[in-house]
């Protein structure tokens, strides 16, 4: 079964305390894996998506980073405005089509001045 | 460019009352995904639509369906409510490009209170 576990559940960091989330997953064939952030009482926003092992994409302080296990979301000198829930997900080539995405339970990050 | 909308934002109803959501994707896309979210299971797929047909479908009971129009918006329906349906329902909307997965990009949600 296609599962994404990450961690920590939670993470509270200092302004300017760099730090790692974590998303290990376990899929039948990897189509794409997909960061999103998500704010309180709002829809999850869009941030990476990730296709192949090696693969790294950045966006101002975020840089994702993808193995064959896991996908590592780095923040650099994370500011207050960072402080949400991070959410991985992931696409199986097995899952029955397209768009089908299988959200691990997220990392709530705290950002405190 | 707008966003993908979702009507209504909140909504309250009791237990055996069905309820329909709207969707509305982003001009172009021809892709929508509904999810549901709770603190619980956290964000679990519904069901997909893409040029007026179902592609997937995730394990949710026959209560829960929907729909795609032609011009790609999309309603999703719960008959006979039940107290665990109260969630976050979530729209996402993507520009589908040669058959891979794209982006998706998500809507505000709809809070659904089953009372």
């Known amino acids: 079964e296609d599962q994404v576990t990450q961690s920590p559940e939670a993470l509270r960091l200092q302004e300017g305390e760099s730090s790692s989330l974590n998303c290990s997953y376990t899929?039948?064939?990897?189509?794409?894996l997909f960061w999103y952030r998500q704010d309180p009482g709002k829809g999850p926003e869009f941030l990476f998506t990730l296709y192949s092992a090696g693969e790294e994409k950045e966006k101002e302080r975020l840089k994702a980073t993808l193995t064959k296990k896991e996908s590592f979301l780095h923040i650099t000198a994370p500011k207050p405005e960072d402080s949400a829930t991070y959410l991985c997900?992931?696409?199986?080539?097995?899952?029955?089509?397209?768009?089908?995405?299988?959200f691990g339970a997220g990392t709530r990050l705290a950002v405190h001045p | 460019k707008a966003g993908v909308t979702q009507t209504p934002r909140y909504l309250i109803k009791t237990r055996g009352q069905q309820v329909t959501l709207s969707c509305s994707p982003i001009?172009?896309?021809?892709?929508v995904s509904w999810y549901q979210q709770t603190p619980g299971q956290g964000l679990q797929f519904l069901f997909e639509y893409f040029s007026e047909t179902q592609r997937n479908k995730g394990n949710f009971p026959g209560r829960f369906s929907g729909r795609q129009f032609s011009n790609s918006r999309s309603e999703m329906n719960v008959s006979t409510l039940e107290l665990g349906d109260s969630a976050l329902y979530l729209c996402a909307s993507s520009l589908v490009r040669g058959g891979e997965d794209d982006e998706q990009f998500f809507g505000p949600g709809t809070r659904l209170t089953v009372l």
């Open positions: 001009s172009g896309h021809r892709s």
């Open positions: 997900a992931v696409s199986s080539m097995f899952s029955g089509g397209y768009n089908k995405l299988i």
């Open positions: 899929v039948s064939g990897l189509r794409g």
